[in-house]
């Protein structure tokens, strides 16, 4: 056994999976010390996942493939250590929090490795008992998986895996099927096992806003090399290009500062600690400059907008099991306008857009699809008008060519040939697909299975749009450009609606927003209006912007509160801090 | 047709029945069956039927029972129209009493038997169920599969809800066309869960090798079976039952 500094080195490592032509990791280098909280991260295709399955040796023991160069994860070869033995020392905990529960109920799913191990039931119930304190799911033991909330099937499978006590701790991107409440307990639980338990910790994530403020060391990856490799600050701070990568919007700001000499220093991680900073960038008689200045974009949300093209009035939705999702909810979209649906999950969300195309009917009250009513019509004709798109490509992908997948819906209208591949073809362009038109989907990453997905709904130009959770898993130059393809939709004169929780990603785009909890609409107003409004937002538990957090904070130094982007606050400050009236 | 399965989905409640060991509760069973097979008249079948409905009430699983009834009704009534017609074609010719009587008794040696079904699936967790098959001998291997596809269920049924509503939304029209062309409709549905469902057995599989599968060759288990003093008792009462049903059908 070889006697090592770190819990992890990595000399010179570089991987093949069979088949491929290209290395996936091509030369790593890498050491961790025990105890280091570390974020793994880099555009999509980078070697991340690779890189976390060869930690326990999934990589190259279950995946076969060629490795070369060392890899000792506490102490133990991984390439001549089986996956079995390694999980005693690491624990990997995967995206999807289904596919890693195998039992009936919440107690002997993580007493699955301890059976394993052929561990003594005393010794089960010990750590049992244990590790449902730590991750806070004492109350679930006797549920059944499907029972539980995202959330909480994800601290479930943490615990499964922590019982088998492991120095490490691997998690490939865990909070990416989460809402925001579900992501957050889920970090606060690494974070106490990392500063209570002295765990090592190795978190793959894209949303860096979301887990910046909890490391304390930043791997970005790219084209299977360490790209980058230091502090949250060193990484952050410099000013190159990061390659996809989203940097927090509050060190975004700080950045375009510094780069005009305005500010100085690493930039903050946090909006208490960006209010900090900026606080103490203005003395006392400086900051009544900047009073009543508006932000110097004009909000976008709420431009002309022609006739209403859905009216729902007074509906109301139960399941078949008893939950209440709709309760008397009116809403009116119209053309030409941008929508964001937001609020926790449950909420009725989803439900509310399944009746824009007739999958679900109202119990009670009407829906009105361009001036129509809605129960007099089929879903296939109401979808003509009402294209929605759902948020896993996986779940209606079928066809061995991504164009023939794009033409189904089309085809299933009564296209005419000629038509049909003019569609096609123009939905391919839209979505930057052209060049896989031929292509079998299932070889696509998954970021183009999502475009193969939104373009088989785009291609019959449906007047409205509904995206499903349409930002999940993607990375931050994916969400650049679906951006840019909302906007364009919207200029065609259609009415474009999202549900989501990505709130930085509706900071930014600037939609209407309408807010539900429980089946209500709780609030509906410009993304200015919702966003700033922090008491509906707790009620339907979501989290404002990082930006506008900070101005929140900042509120006694006269700034208004409607910076709620990057943008929006650099139009606020900059000005004042040049000294400009 | 689905709502007879209602009957076999376990829920986690405390009852007696519910506490006993699956051995001398499968035994019980087990002689109900045997008492609906051996005997063929109305009056014992109806009794066998009614045995079993404090045994329900005990367990709290009427409401459950009831449903997988109704489930089961459209069958009964064919079991019965079928027994009247066999009947009356091959015995009397005409519509008598006893031919009514005897398709009476058919269909509740069925209704019997899906009681019997519902009181031993409705109390038995399929955790102790596993163990008790592995006691018979039954690799883990085996029980482990099929506590898995229990697992899933929901899953699937989810799943599948949401692959049919995503091809809906794109105009796919299950109940049109011909009798070819309906069952070709549903491939854009399964194909989709099928391919889901080979992505997941992959992850499945990754995640149980990290969680040390097959790490050692004698496995423990969180729960054990260990037989009480009412699982005897079970035992005794039904071993009295069994001679009783026995002495009565062939040596009165």
Same mark, same amino acid.
Request: proline share 7%.
């Given at each position: 056994m070889k006697e090592s500094l770190g819990i992890i080195e990595i000399k010179e490592l570089t991987y093949t999976y069979p088949a491929a032509t290209r290395p996936v990791l091509d030369g790593i280098n890498l050491t961790v010390e025990r105890g280091q909280f570390v974020l793994l991260t880099g555009p999509s295709g980078c070697g991340k996942t690779t890189l976390c399955r060869c930690l326990n040796g999934l990589?190259?023991? @279950?995946?076969?493939g060629t490795l070369k160069g060392e890899a000792h994860v506490a102490g133990l070869s991984v390439s001549k250590t089986p996956t079995s033995h390694l999980a005693q020392h690491v624990g990997l905990i995967f995206q999807n929090p289904d596919n890693q529960i195998f039992a009936l109920t919440v107690e002997k799913d993580i007493a699955f490795g301890l059976e394993n191990l052929g561990f003594p039931r005393d010794e089960m119930r010990n750590r049992i008992d244990w590790v449902l304190r730590t991750t806070g799911i004492?109350? $679930?033991?006797?549920?059944?998986?499907?029972? $539980? &909330?995202g959330g909480q099937k994800q601290r479930l499978a943490i615990a499964s895996v922590l019982a088998m006590r492991p120095g490490i701790l691997v998690l490939d991107e865990p909070t990416s099927f989460l809402d925001p409440v579900g992501a957050d307990r889920v970090l606060t639980v690494l974070d106490s096992l990392n500063k209570e338990m002295d765990l090592t910790i190795i978190l793959v994530e894209h949303r860096l806003d979301l887990v910046a403020p909890h490391v304390d060391r930043v791997i970005l990856m790219r084209d299977g090399k360490i790209a980058r490799d230091g502090t949250p600050w060193q990484v952050l701070s410099d000013e190159a290009d990061l390659g996809g990568v989203g940097v927090p919007r509050v060190a975004q700001l700080w950045q375009r500062l510094a780069k005009e000499g305005l500010a100085k220093g690493p930039p903050p991680l946090t909006a208490t600690a960006l209010a900090q900073a900026l606080r103490s960038l203005f003395p006392q008689g400086q900051a009544s400059k900047a009073r009543h200045r508006q932000p110097s974009v004009a909000p976008t949300g709420l431009g002309e907008l022609g006739a209403p093209i859905i009216e729902i009035k007074g509906v109301h939705y139960t399941y078949p099991t008893g939950v209440k999702a709709l309760d008397d909810v009116s809403l009116q979209i119209r053309r030409g306008e941008a929508l964001a649906i937001m609020g926790e999950n449950g909420a009725g969300k989803t439900t509310l857009v399944k009746h824009f195309n007739g999958l679900l009917r109202p119990q009670k009250g009407q829906v009105y699809v361009s001036g129509t009513n809605a129960a007099d019509r089929s879903v296939a004709s109401l979808s003509r008008t009402v294209g929605l798109a759902f948020q896993n490509p996986d779940d209606q992908i079928f066809s061995e060519k991504v164009e023939d997948e794009v033409a189904f819906g089309p085809r299933n209208f009564g296209f005419k040939e000629e038509l049909l591949t003019k569609s096609v073809e123009w939905a391919l362009g839209c979505l930057d697909l052209v060049e896989r &038109?031929?292509?079998?989907? @299932?070889? $696509?990453s998954g970021g183009e299975r999502k475009r193969v997905a939104l373009a088989s709904v785009l291609v019959w130009s449906p007047q409205v749009v509904i995206l499903d959770e349409p930002t999940i898993g993607q990375d931050y130059a994916q969400k650049k450009r679906l951006m840019s393809l909302l906007s364009d939709l919207r200029s065609q004169d259609k009415a474009v609606a999202i549900v989501t929780h990505d709130v930085e990603f509706v900071a930014e785009w600037k939609p209407r927003i309408v807010l539900m909890s429980k089946g209500r609409i709780i609030a509906d107003g410009s993304a200015e209006q919702v966003l700033t409004s922090p008491t509906v937002l707790e009620t339907a538990s979501v989290r404002t912007s990082e930006i506008a957090r900070a101005f929140q904070e900042l509120s006694d130094l006269g @700034?208004?509160?409607?910076?709620?982007?990057v943008e929006d606050a650099y139009g606020m400050i900059a000005p004042s801090l040049r000294g400009e009236t | 047709m689905m709502s007879m399965l209602e009957g076999l989905k376990y829920t986690a409640i405390s009852s007696p029945l519910h506490g006993l060991d699956p051995r001398p509760k499968s035994f019980m069973v087990l002689t109900l069956f045997l008492a609906t097979v051996l005997y063929s008249e109305l009056i014992p079948l109806v009794l066998v039927m009614l045995i079993q409905i404090p045994l329900l009430a005990v367990a709290k699983v009427v409401g459950q029972w009831l449903r997988t009834l109704r489930g089961a009704a459209v069958f009964s009534v064919f079991i019965f129209a079928t027994n009247l017609l066999a009947n009356y074609i091959y015995q009397e010719q005409k519509l008598t009493a006893s031919i009514i009587v005897s398709s009476l008794a058919m269909t509740t040696r069925f209704l019997a038997l899906i009681t019997a079904f519902s009181v031993f699936f409705l109390t038995t967790s399929p955790d102790k169920l596993s163990l008790t098959l592995q006691k018979a001998g039954l690799p883990y291997e085996l029980c482990f599969a099929f506590i898995t596809a229990i697992r899933f269920v929901p899953v699937l049924a989810e799943e599948a809800q949401t692959i049919m509503d995503a091809q809906k939304s794109r105009g796919?029209?299950?109940?049109?066309?011909t009798f070819v062309r309906r069952i070709r409709n549903y491939l854009p549905i399964l194909l989709p869960l099928i391919i889901n469902s080979i992505r997941r057995s992959l992850e499945l599989a990754e995640a149980m090798e990290s969680r040390a599968f097959?790490?050692?060759k004698v496995r423990t288990d969180l729960y054990e079976l260990r037989l009480t003093k009412q699982d005897y008792l079970v035992f005794a009462l039904t071993l009295v039952s069994l001679s009783v049903i026995l002495y009565l059908r062939f040596f009165m």
């Open positions: 990589v190259p023991h @279950f995946y076969n004492e109350h $679930l033991r006797q549920r059944a998986p499907h029972e $539980l &909330s &038109s031929h292509q079998n989907p @299932f070889t $696509l @700034f208004g509160k409607t910076a709620i982007n | 796919l029209e299950l109940e049109k066309g097959g790490a050692v």
